[in-house]
């Protein structure tokens, strides 16, 4: 018997707005696509936050027992600074402003982003495919799509005809738009453009001479246009009809909307049966986004260098922080709200602490086969992390009352409630025990601490030459001091 059997999951799906009972379509089995990232720069912690969502879907997944094939893919060719399939490709820019070869950019923020993902404890995907590497795919669908005829060719360069698909089926099902608001808000073409309607997207576009990112097809030597990578790729890797469907909200239109119409075009089939949208990261209240600047980057949150955090944080505080908010939920990355997990992060981290020290009695005070089912009914809603978090408080609550004598635990409640904190801790939200890493911290801060006196009581002696010592030998070693009208405080860099 698998978990999964007595746990059904509700998912919101994007496509109806309700939370629909997850039935997958081979039982036992799951097919899940998420959309990855563009590789021509670091990525930022909302990015991270995205992955970090599905990263704990596919987590619970598999606790429950499921075979899970993840495909999350690697944007390296074809997405362009403009979404209206205008402006020059984001990595061969990159390329040219550096002077190094596109696969040069590629390899390096690929390596950047398996970095990141593996310092914030990632599980990695079962397949990782490029776009790149799919260019037949990709060229396979765009003559599909042509000879159904919901394309056209103009100049070497193909569209998807929206109008003509919109005659025969729904153009804008998942982001609820309609193609007659979208004709009214779009701009009129500047007749620069091949399209018949501003709303038609590229399949296929010719390589301007200088474009160095450039593959024969039947067409022109081109590329192919960015959302056709992700249908090429899912159809590939999990069949033209799976699963799960995920990116970040951003990507609901146009991106998943053209995902939606590239496959009903070719293949006569509605792909996903749940798409899901993680919501945005704002840092300060801005949505976080690499175009408006309004970021920051994983090692400037984890090195405490960057001037909207008082000091540097753990990657696990950071996944906390994540995970008490839900998936759909707007997230705003403060310096007062990250504070607030770290605290919440090493109570229950404490609290895992306890369970190998605690006492058993002939009585347990609480149900604990109770509360673990609503642990599991947390999850099952919706993979709702905050109601988990408030559950595993609740044990934490309970294993400190026990230390003080106030409450009770059997040998085999213990051994249930051991085993539930371990698998939705360690295995579901993927926090690492980083009670040692803590007492690390504690330890360096402690020692850091005792140098911040020493200096003010030089400096109160009037020995500059040994409060400058202590200040600048201290930075060579990369812990920086901030002089403030409160006090001498420390980061790490
Ligand atoms: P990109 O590399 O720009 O294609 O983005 C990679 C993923 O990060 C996509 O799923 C985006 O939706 C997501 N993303 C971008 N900005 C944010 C943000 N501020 N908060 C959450 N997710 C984001
Ligand atoms: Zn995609």
């Known amino acids: 018997m698998h978990l999964y059997e007595s746990n059904p999951i509700k998912i919101y799906n994007s496509l109806t707005g309700e939370k629909e009972v997850f039935k997958p379509i081979n039982a036992g089995h799951v097919g899940m696509y998420v959309c990855g990232p563009t590789v021509y720069s670091k990525v930022h912690l909302g990015n991270v936050r995205t992955f970090m969502s599905f990263d704990m879907v596919f987590r619970y997944l598999k606790h429950l027992g499921y075979k899970v094939r993840y495909v999350r893919n690697i944007t390296d060719a074809g997405h362009l600074e403009n979404d209206a399939d205008a402006g020059e490709d ?59 005829g919901f394309a056209y060719e103009v100049n070497g360069s193909v569209y998807f005809d929206v109008h003509k698909f919109n005659d025969t089926h729904t153009y804008g099902k998942l982001s609820k738009r309609k193609l007659e608001d979208l004709i009214h808000n779009t701009r009129v073409l500047d007749g620069q453009s091949d399209k018949r309607n501003p709303q038609d997207f590229a399949l296929w576009k010719k390589a301007e001479p200088q474009h160095i990112m450039r593959w024969p097809s ?13 249908t090429a790729m899912s159809t590939k890797y999990l069949g033209e009809q799976f699963d799960i469907h ?12 053209c995902e939606i119409a590239q496959n009903e075009a070719a293949k006569g089939k509605s792909p996903v049966n749940y798409w899901m949208h993680a919501n945005m990261l704002e840092l300060n209240g801005q949505r976080m986004s690499k175009s408006t600047g309004n970021t920051v980057n994983p090692d400037e949150l984890l090195s405490g260098n960057n001037p909207f955090f008082s000091k540097a944080f753990a990657p696990g505080v950071i996944r906390f922080f994540t995970a008490q908010s839900s998936y759909r939920s707007v997230l705003d990355l403060t310096d007062d709200g990250v504070l607030a997990s770290e605290k919440g992060f090493y109570r229950l981290m404490d609290g895992m602490g306890l369970l190998n020290s605690t006492k058993v009695s002939r009585t347990s005070t609480l149900d604990v086969a109770a509360w673990r089912l609503k642990c599991y009914a947390a999850m099952n809603d919706d993979f709702n992390t905050p109601i988990l978090i408030s559950h595993l408080f609740e044990a934490v609550k309970y294993l400190n009352q026990i230390k003080e004598n106030k409450a009770s635990i059997t040998a085999k409640d213990l051994e249930v409630l051991k085993t539930t904190m371990h698998a939705f801790v360690y295995d579901v939200l993927g926090l690492e025990n980083s009670a040692e890493t803590n007492s690390g911290n504690d330890k360096l801060a402690g020692a850091v601490e005792l140098l911040i006196k020493l200096r003010q009581e030089a400096r109160a002696n009037k ?16 812990i920086q001091l901030k002089d403030s009208k409160d006090g001498t405080t420390f980061s790490l860099s």
């Open 463 to 478: 020995d500059f030459a040994l409060s400058d010592q202590i200040r600048d030998e201290l930075a060579e070693v990369g």
């Open 246 to 257: 995920g990116g970040g909200m951003d990507l609901k239109f146009p991106h998943h909307e």
């Open 218 to 230: 039947p067409w022109s030597d081109g590329f192919p246009g960015w959302h056709l990578e992700c």
């Open 90 to 148: 984001k990595i061969t820019k990159k390329a040219r402003l550096e002077q190094i070869e596109p696969m040069e950019v590629v390899q390096r923020y690929t390596v950047d982003f398996h970095n990141i993902l593996n310092i914030f404890n990632f599980l990695p995907p079962s397949i990782e495919p490029t776009a790149t590497g799919h260019i037949i795919e990709q060229i396979e669908l765009i003559s599909a799509i042509i000879e159904n």
